[in-house]
């Protein structure tokens, strides 16, 4: 439970505030943008004015959740306090710091609601709530119950997919019995779970061709490096005709990454005008990605990043450029764990 001053000093910046808008992070997921359409439920309720933000656009496979769509870009022209949820990492508000708008949303008071167990550092914010919890659904359901906030269906039901999706459901290390007894709380509330699950498979279809499709794309990864890559180039005549279906790296990557001894999976794009991108994925405990990346000139996180070449330099130069120095940074993982 947070305690007491958390709970009051809370309940003190929303007294004050009408025009609120929520937060999330650079990399949204489904615990960021359910918790954040949750409390604007809650919060609108309370006749408060709620707006969404984030500073990048909401991933594809989120948007089948009902209102991703009023999530923008822009901080509103003028709020009077800002809830950060699913985070409490300065790093991960970067698009603020590049459009210039993180001394806008500093300037005003701020809050966190977040659930990881990292320290928090952003320093801007007057209160940081963060709990021991699986996910920040979580941490959002338990306030609501502490405050006496109702939960309408909606807010349930998203507060669900929260808890369940950060959860893995129900069952990742950070699942608790609380977790669990708060999944059951909803349910008796009127959540339907196969309804949510069903919701959530149905946004997964695709187009019949690209079943066909992904299975050609499976039988021509190569593994190289001894098993431990796994790579997959696209020619330009299926960007053409799959890329409006569907982001062809997208339909492989994590199948490739499945098999025994792979440690990354790489998606080469060849444009006929010289242009290849690469989209870098790595397993668990390997995060070499970003380093991978950054040799190539771009950027990304340890366990996902890419990089864009316009050099016109050979493909199969810089296909063997990129093995050598994925084995060579996999050897210095290896290295460093013996
Ligand atoms: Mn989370």
Aim: hydrophobic share 45%.
């Amino acid at each position: 439970m947070t305690d007491n001053a958390d709970v009051l000093k809370l309940k003190e910046l929303l007294a004050d505030a009408v025009k609120i808008v929520v937060v999330q992070a650079d990399n949204p997921d489904t615990d960021s943008l359910a918790s954040a359409l949750a409390l604007e439920q809650i919060l609108e309720d309370q006749g408060k004015d709620v707006s969404l933000y984030c500073g990048v656009d909401i991933p594809s496979y989120l948007e089948y959740i009902s209102g991703a769509d009023r999530v923008s870009n822009e901080l509103p022209k003028q709020f009077d306090l800002s809830i950060i949820v699913d985070t409490a990492s300065n790093a991960l508000l970067e698009q603020l710091d590049k459009t210039g708008q993180k001394a806008w949303l500093a300037a005003k008071p701020s809050m966190v609601i977040d659930h990881h167990a990292t320290a928090p550092t952003i320093s801007f914010a007057r209160l940081v709530i963060t709990r021991p919890a699986v996910a920040t659904g979580e941490v959002l359901y338990e306030l609501a119950k502490q405050l006496d906030w109702p939960l309408n269906t909606q807010s349930k039901e998203l507060l669900a997919m929260a808890i369940l999706s950060d959860s893995l459901g129900l069952t990742s290390e950070a699942t608790t019995a609380r977790s669990i007894h708060i999944i059951a709380e909803l349910v008796e509330g009127g959540v339907a779970l196969a309804q949510l699950e069903s919701a959530r498979r149905e946004s997964m279809r695709r187009e019949a061709e690209l079943v066909h499709y992904k299975g050609r794309l499976l039988q021509r990864v190569e593994f190289l490096d001894n098993g431990r890559i796994a790579a997959i180039t696209i020619p330009q005549d299926e960007i053409d005709t799959y890329s409006p279906l569907y982001n062809p790296p997208m339909l492989v990557l994590d199948d490739m990454r499945l098999a025994k001894g792979t440690q990354i999976a790489v998606a080469f794009k060849v444009y006929k005008d010289g242009k290849v991108t690469a989209k870098i994925r790595c397993n668990f405990g390997i995060g070499i990605a970003d380093k991978l990346a950054e040799h190539f000139g771009g950027g990304g996180h340890p366990y996902a990043a890419g990089f864009k070449l316009q050099d016109g330099r050979d493909f199969e130069a810089l296909k063997q450029e990129f093995i050598a120095t994925a084995s060579r940074l996999l050897d210095g993982v290896r290295n460093k764990s013996l």
